[in-house]
């Protein structure tokens, strides 16, 4: 019996240290303002972020550093939100769960290509339009016009 629990929580750390680092922030702001916001804007998208190995020979591929086929910056998710300097309180990070069943893809490339679906989520919050003070006219004598 005592074996047994040992397993099992061998198994549930080894489980959660794996899907642990499944997801990555890529920007997240700690100070969160309140004042002067518009709107919520939030949004997720499916990604692709495959990669290959540096040295592309088949079987030698497993153990050789892979490199990834395409970035993923936070800059194009958060400008949907608007202007940078409209948009605070940003979130956005990748998940990367579904590249373990698609690990397959490494197994049948004998290493040299892996495919990962990665899912990117967004938010942010944006801030009202700074209001303009109201245009003041005068004639051309240097008076003031109602």
């Known amino acids: ?10 198994s549930i750390l080894s489980t959660t240290l794996l899907l642990s680092g499944c997801a990555s922030t890529l920007v997240r702001d700690e100070v969160k303002r309140t004042a002067g916001l518009e709107g ?26 892979h490199v990834d086929l395409r970035n993923i910056f936070s800059e194009p998710y958060v400008s949907r939100c608007g202007a940078s300097t409209r948009v605070v309180n940003r979130d ?8 373990i069943p ?7 490339t004998l290493g040299v290509w892996q495919w990962c679906p990665a899912r990117v989520t967004w938010s942010a ?4 339009d700074i209001p ?9 004598r240097g008076n003031q016009k109602s």
């Open 40 to 65: 919520h804007c939030s949004g997720s998208e499916w990604v692709d972020d495959s990669s290959i190995a540096v040295l592309p020979v088949p079987v030698v591929a497993f153990v050789t550093p």
């Open 132 to 140: 303009r003070p109201a245009s003041v006219s005068f004639d051309n």
């Open 125 to 128: 919050d944006v801030l009202a």
């Open 102 to 108: 698609a690990g397959l893809t490494r197994i049948i």
């Open 92 to 99: 956005v990070s990748v998940n990367r769960l579904a590249c």
């Open 1 to 10: 019996m005592q074996s047994f629990r040992s397993r099992v929580c061998a």
